[in-house]
């Protein structure tokens, strides 16, 4: 899921790079910025998502490890 909402936002910016001149001509800047703001929003919401869910998992993984080992090394 989080690859394909920062896949979209890719594709925006290579949509934005191709066809800059066009977008220019028709004055198209403010809209182009919303959707490309937008995009980038989803991605960002979604990573900080993931980070909010793993994070604390990582951290009981390792705690758990560290534990482990500290007793095994001896």
């Given at each position: 899921m989080?690859?394909k909402?920062?896949?979209?936002?890719?594709?925006?910016?290579?949509?934005?790079?191709?066809?800059?001149?066009?977008?220019?001509?028709?004055?198209?800047?403010?809209?182009e910025?919303?959707?490309?703001l937008?995009?980038?929003?989803?991605?960002?919401e979604?990573?900080?998502?993931?980070?909010t869910?793993?994070l604390?998992s990582?951290?009981?993984?390792?705690?758990?490890?560290a534990?482990?080992?500290?007793?095994?090394?001896?």
């Open positions: 989080q690859e909402k920062e896949a979209d936002f890719r594709y925006g910016l290579v949509r934005v790079r191709e066809n800059a001149e066009s977008i220019a001509f028709y004055g198209g800047e403010e809209n910025l919303q959707l490309l937008d995009r980038f929003r989803r991605a960002f979604n990573l900080s998502v993931s980070i869910v793993l604390p990582t951290l009981v993984c390792y705690s758990f490890i534990f482990f080992f500290q007793f095994r090394i001896h």
